[in-house]
C-alpha cells in the first residue's frame, strides 16, 4: 500500500486545533507531511504549549487518517510547541518564588478565597512552602480566614533595604491588602493606589523562598487584574465558578480574559465549588442546590482542565469564619476533597511548566489589553 499525500492533506482539512479557528492545513499547525509506502510522518507545530490541547490534536490526526485515508497506515507524529515571541513583554522575576498561581472568579461570593485559603494549607501539607498575596482590594478575607486579622507585618531589615515580612499562619505566609486598612473601614481603592500597595506587598516584602505563591484576585475581569499581569509573572490561573448559569457565563469572561493575546496567561483549569450541598453526617446525600457539573461542563466546552469539585459544607462556612481552612481538619472529607484538587493542581503547574517558557509579566503597551477585558 502506498500513502498518498495530497489524500492526508485533504483528510486533514477536516480538523481543527481547539481553540483555532482555522483548519490545522491552514493554519500552518501542519508544517509538513511526508510518505514512504504505508507510513506517514507529519510534523505538527502548535502555537499554545498545553498539554491536553497536544494531546487531542495528536489524537485527531490519528484518528481522521486512520478513518479517512487508510486503516492500515503506519502514524508518526513530531509535535512541536512555538509559543510566538511578544517583542513587547518583559516582567521582573521575583526571585525565590517558584510557582505564582492565581485564583480568580468571574463572579463574587463564589468561594473563591475559601478555595485559596484551602489550596494553600493543602500545599503546605504536602510539604511545599507556600505563600498567599491577597490582592482582592474590594474584600480581602486572608486576615480573618487564617485568624491574624489583628496582626501587622513587621519591617524588617535585607541586605540593607527595609521589607515587609509577611504573617505567617499555618505555615502560610500571608500579606494582604487588609493588613493596611482597619476591618470596620470601608477603603475604596483607586486603581493606580491599589497597584502601588500591590507592587509594595510583592517586591517591598520578604518572601523567602516559595514552591507557590497564591495570589486571591479580585472577582470579575477589571483593571486590577491588567495591573496584577503586569507586576507579576503568574505561571497559571486557576478559575472558581459555581456551577450556577450566572457564575459559569463570568467564569467563561475570565478564562476569555486571560488566554486573550494581550494577556496570554496559561489558564491551569476551572474548580466548581459549591458543587452540590452535603450534610456532613449524610455523604452520599447530595442535592444539586446551583445545578449539577455546570463547571465540569464549561471546563470541557473550553477545553481547560477540571481540576475538582467541592461540596457545599457547612463547616467550610465555619472554618472560613473561625479562622482554620477546614482542610486542615484531619481524616474529614474536605481534606480528601482538597488533597485531590490540590494534586490536579500541581499536576497541571508541573505540565504547564515542562511545555510553556516562563511567563513573564505583560506589559501592555496598547489598548488591545482593554478590549480584551471587555470582551464576552
Ligand atoms: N464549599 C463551601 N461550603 C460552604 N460554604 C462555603 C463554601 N465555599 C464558600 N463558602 C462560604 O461562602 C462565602 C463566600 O465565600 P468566599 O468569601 O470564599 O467567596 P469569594 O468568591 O472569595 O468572595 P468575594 O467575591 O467577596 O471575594 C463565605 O462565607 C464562605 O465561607
Redesign the pocket.
Known amino acids: 500500500m502506498k500513502l498518498d499525500r495530497k489524500e492526508i492533506l485533504k483528510a486533514l482539512e477536516t480538523i481543527t486545533i481547539a481553540g483555532e479557528g482555522k483548519n490545522m492545513v491552514e493554519s500552518g499547525a501542519i508544517a509538513n507531511v511526508v510518505t514512504f509506502g504505508d507510513e506517514v510522518v507529519v510534523d505538527l507545530v502548535l502555537h499554545t504549549p498545553a498539554m491536553h490541547i497536544k494531546k487531542r490534536a495528536e489524537d485527531d490526526i490519528k484518528k481522521t487518517i486512520l478513518e479517512l485515508v487508510s486503516p492500515d497506515a503506519k502514524i508518526k507524529i513530531n509535535s512541536k510547541v512555538e509559543v510566538p515571541d511578544k517583542p513587547e513583554i518583559k516582567g521582573k522575576s521575583i526571585p525565590g518564588i517558584k510557582n505564582i498561581i492565581g485564583v480568580a ?1 468571574g ?11 484551602n489550596l494553600a494549607v493543602s500545599l503546605a501539607k504536602m510539604g511545599f512552602s507556600v505563600g498567599i498575596l491577597d490582592a ?1 482590594i ?2 480581602p ?1 486572608m486576615p480573618i ?1 487564617f485568624d491574624v486579622e489583628s496582626e501587622k507585618p513587621i519591617s524588617i531589615m535585607v541586605d540593607g533595604k527595609s521589607k515587609m515580612k509577611p504573617v505567617e499562619s499555618y505555615e502560610v505566609k500571608i500579606l494582604s491588602i487588609g493588613f493596611f486598612t482597619a476591618p470596620s473601614q470601608a477603603v475604596i481603592w483607586r486603581g493606580p493606589m491599589a497597584s502601588k500597595a500591590l507592587n509594595q506587598m510583592i517586591f517591598d516584602a520578604d518572601w523567602g523562598e516559595l514552591d507557590f505563591m497564591l495570589v ?1 484576585l ?2 470579575g475581569t477589571g483593571d486590577i487584574h491588567l495591573s496584577i499581569v503586569q507586576s507579576l509573572p503568574i505561571t497559571g490561573v486557576v478559575i ?1 465558578s459555581t456551577p450556577q448559569a450566572v457564575a459559569l457565563a463570568d467564569a467563561k469572561k475570565g478564562v476569555s480574559m486571560f488566554m486573550s493575546e494581550a494577556i496570554n496567561v496559561p489558564v491551569l483549569g476551572i474548580i466548581e ?2 458543587a452540590y450541598f452535603t450534610p456532613e453526617e449524610l455523604p452520599e446525600n447530595k442535592y444539586y442546590i446551583f445545578g449539577k457539573e455546570g463547571a465540569r461542563n464549561l471546563a470541557e466546552d473550553l477545553d481547560v482542565p477540571f481540576l475538582g469539585e ?5 463547616s ?2 465555619e472554618a ?2 473561625y479562622g482554620r481552612p477546614a482542610a486542615m481538619q484531619t481524616g474529614s472529607i474536605i481534606e480528601t476533597v482538597f488533597e485531590e484538587i490540590t494534586r490536579n493542581v500541581v499536576r497541571e503547574v508541573v505540565s504547564r511548566n515542562e511545555s510553556l517558557p516562563a511567563t513573564e509579566a505583560v506589559k501592555i503597551t496598547t489598548m488591545a489589553g482593554c478590549s480584551a477585558v471587555n470582551k464576552k
Open positions: 472568579s463572579k463574587g461570593g463564589v468561594g473563591k478565597s475559601t478555595v485559596t485559603a482582592d474590594y474584600g478575607s480566614m486571591d479580585p472577582p472558581v465549588n459549591m467541592v461540596p457545599i459544607v457547612q467550610i462556612r472560613g469564619d
